[in-house]
């Protein structure tokens, strides 16, 4: 199962223009992938998806981060639409915080620092 997975995934499958999986250009595209892909999905759920992409437009990057971890470990995303979203935001979220910490917004360093200590558990 996990093989076939992965070579969907690898292979393109999904909701893209193209065929493949949507991959945002911006915080605020994986915004919107993010609140689209859980639109179906249950109460809280929908709620983090929402919470992370208003987070995300916002620049509430503590938030976003906190919303989007509360999706992955829930343990209830079921789709690879899902995933790819989590996935998407989470790239294009660390993303900014980079462009920020640049700019010098020591929040936006906080939470790099804090979305590192999450990535090594």
Do not use: W
């Amino acid at each position: 199962m996990l093989v076939l997975l992965l070579s969907a995934v690898l292979s393109g499958c999904g909701g893209g223009e193209d065929g493949g999986l949507q991959s945002s250009k911006s915080v605020d595209g994986a915004a919107d992938h993010l609140a689209d892909a859980f639109s179906d999905s249950n109460a809280a759920l929908k709620k983090h998806a929402k919470e992370a992409s208003d987070a995300m437009r916002k620049k509430k990057y503590r938030t976003a981060l906190i919303s989007i971890q509360e999706i992955k470990l829930s343990g209830q995303v079921s789709s690879v639409k899902e995933g790819a979203a989590v996935r998407d935001s989470l790239v294009n979220l660390e993303e900014e915080l980079i462009y920020a910490i640049e700019d010098g917004d020591p929040n936006a360093a906080k939470t790099y620092e804090l979305l590192k200590r999450i990535n090594r558990n």
